[in-house]
């Protein structure tokens, strides 16, 4: 499928932009060695990657949020994550060439992430390749975070165009689910953290098996 009359690119942060694992993992992990447990390799982590605390916490620990003791190891994992932003955090290989090419045919590029303003905004800044975001939404920048479609509704707003002429590219079911509650035409990345979920089952309008992929969907390539 390609899309037409797209002016706008949004995209999911954490396993589409960015690959953030091995931060991630190495906070956690921090964590368990301090704990006299052995160091996980991070290819335990990087599957849940995209799920935050809630993910890396349950793959350290086996804990689950209901745990009494999951609020103080959540501030825990993220004052090591926070302190460590960006120390082995990338792009994912094609992403600085697809945000060019955007750049380079005048569409404007956006972040839409669950990710908290605490720690988005600090890698928007930091990070080159996400220097021209035209927008960033946070995961607590609106009340609700994806799967509603607030975020993604907020981000069309500050560009002030329709839904439907930004498109959204994430590698979770919640940011498919998202899009479409949102009307906005979506694309699943599959170079992310899919681990071993079932991306026909999201109901994609359509898939990219790398960064690439998105500029053929829209025309420029």
């Known amino acids: 499928m390609a899309f037409s009359n797209i ?4 995209f999911d942060l954490d396993g589409t ?25 991070l290819e335990h982590y990087r599957p849940m990657a995209g ?17 009494p003791d999951f609020p103080d190891y959540r501030e825990e994992f993220f004052r090591n994550y926070e302190s460590s932003l960006t120390e082995l955090t990338h792009a994912f290989d094609g ?9 380079a045919a005048g569409l404007r590029w956006g972040i839409v992430t669950n990710k908290t303003e605490r720690f988005t905004l600090p890698l928007a800044r930091t990070m080159p390749v996400l220097q021209g975001a035209a927008v960033v939404v946070a995961g607590d920048t609106t009340p609700h975070p994806k799967p509603h479609p607030e975020p993604l509704l907020e981000a069309a707003r500050r560009l ?12 979770d079911k919640r940011d498919i689910d998202a899009a479409r509650a949102a009307g906005m035409p979506d694309v699943a990345a599959l170079w992310g953290y899919l681990g071993e979920h079932d991306v026909a089952a999201w109901g994609a309008r359509a898939e990219a098996a790398q960064p ?10």
């Open 51 to 67: 799920a935050g605390a809630r993910g890396m916490l349950g793959l350290a620990f086996g804990m689950t949020p209901e745990h």
């Open 212 to 221: 690439a992929g998105v500029l053929a969907l829209i025309g420029l390539q």
């Open 95 to 103: 992403v600085p060439e697809l945000l060019r090419a955007l750049e």
């Open 17 to 41: 932009l960015i690959d953030s694992a091995p931060d991630l993992g190495a906070a956690v992990d921090r964590m368990r060695v301090a704990r006299g447990l052995p160091s996980l390799p």
């Open 7 to 10: 002016q706008a690119v949004l």
């Open 160 to 171: 002030q165009l329709p839904p439907s002429a930004c498109l959204y590219v994430g590698d």
